[in-house]
C-alpha cells in the first residue's frame, strides 16, 4: 500500500447548479476520502488517498473538460498522512462553502494577495495590523509572532471584531494583514472589506502553504497548526504531530462540542 497523501483545495467561482456538480465530484472520488463543500460560489474541499489516486483526481479537476475549466486555477496543497485523515467520502451542497454569515459576498474579488516569502517582510512592517483569521482555539495551538487573536469561536464572529477596530486602524494609517490556515477565509473575509478604505493583505495559500514554500518557517511562527481532520496538527514541516483533540480543546470548557463533534469524527 502507498503512503496517504492528504489535499486541500477551494476556488471561489460561479457555480449556477450546485447539485449536479457534487454529483459529478462524487463520481471522481469513489477511491478517495474527505469532505467537499459545493455552493453557488465554488467549492472547498479535503481528500485523502494514495498518490496516483491524489494525482488523478487532481487532474480531472483541473481539466479544461470539465465544467469548461472552470477549477483550473485551483491551487492544491499536499501533505503526508500518518493517520488516515478521514473514514468516509462527504460531497454536500451548502449555501456557502465558508459561511461568513453576510450576503452577497463576492469573493471573486479579493484583497491583495502575498507570496510566503514576501509575507515574512510584510509583518514586521509598524504600519501592518496582523490579524488571525480563525478560532481562539487555533491561534492557542499555534500562530505568527505578534498576530492578534480576534477572540472568535466561529468564522461569522471575524466582522463583529472587524467592524469595532476600523475606524481606529484607519485613523492610525494601519493596513490590515490576514492568515488563515488555506487562504479561504481570508479570500471571503477580505473581498467583504474591500469597501472599507483599508489595505488588506492576505497569505497566499494561507499557512499551509507559507509550510511548503519557506523551510525555516519557525522563524516566523509558534506552535502548530490546527487542521479539520483526523490528524489534528501539524509541525511547520507538514509533519503530523503526536497532539490530540483533548489537548487541543483543553483550556477552552466553551469548546467542549468542538472536542465532542471531533471524536465522532474520529469514530466515523
Known amino acids: 500500500m502507498q503512503d496517504i497523501i492528504h489535499t486541500a483545495f477551494y476556488q471561489f467561482v460561479p457555480l449556477h447548479d450546485p447539485e449536479s456538480v457534487a454529483v459529478e465530484l462524487r ?27 491524489i494525482a ?23 501533505s503526508p ?41 510584510l509583518i514586521t512592517q509598524d504600519d501592518v495590523v496582523l490579524l488571525d483569521n480563525r478560532n481562539s482555539f487555533e491561534y492557542r495551538l499555534g500562530h505568527f509572532d505578534g498576530a492578534i487573536d480576534p477572540g472568535v469561536t466561529n468564522f461569522r464572529d471575524f466582522p463583529r471584531y472587524v467592524a469595532a477596530h ?17 487562504g479561504i477565509r481570508c479570500e471571503k473575509t477580505s473581498a467583504w ?12 495559500g ?15 511562527w509558534q506552535g502548530e497548526c490546527f487542521v479539520f481532520d483526523n490528524r489534528v496538527a501539524l509541525d511547520t514541516k507538514l509533519n503530523e504531530t503526536d497532539t490530540s483533540v483533548d489537548e487541543v480543546y483543553a483550556e477552552s470548557p466553551d469548546e467542549i462540542w468542538r472536542l465532542a463533534r471531533a471524536k465522532r469524527l474520529d469514530e466515523a
Open 166 to 182: 476600523i475606524d481606529e486602524w484607519k485613523r492610525d494609517g494601519k493596513k490590515v494583514a490576514m492568515y488563515c490556515t488555506g
Open 81 to 121: 498522512c500518518k493517520t488516515i485523515p478521514f473514514k468516509k467520502l462527504k460531497v454536500h451542497v451548502k449555501p456557502e462553502i465558508v459561511p461568513l454569515g453576510i450576503a452577497d459576498v463576492d469573493a471573486t474579488k479579493t484583497g491583495i494577495n502575498v507570496s510566503p516569502a514576501d509575507w515574512r517582510e
Open 27 to 53: 463520481a471522481m472520488c469513489l477511491m478517495l476520502l474527505g469532505s467537499i463543500l459545493v455552493a453557488r460560489e465554488g467549492i472547498n474541499g479535503m481528500v485523502a488517498g494514495e498518490h496516483d489516486e
Open 56 to 78: 488523478a483526481f487532481e487532474g480531472a479537476l483541473t481539466s479544461p473538460h470539465f465544467l469548461d475549466g472552470k477549477f483550473q486555477a485551483i491551487h492544491f496543497k499536499r
Open 206 to 220: 494561507g499557512i499551509l502553504n507559507y509550510f511548503k514554500e519557506m523551510p525555516d518557517a519557525e522563524r516566523d
Open 193 to 204: 472589506m474591500l469597501p472599507m478604505d483599508v489595505p488588506v493583505y492576505q497569505l497566499e
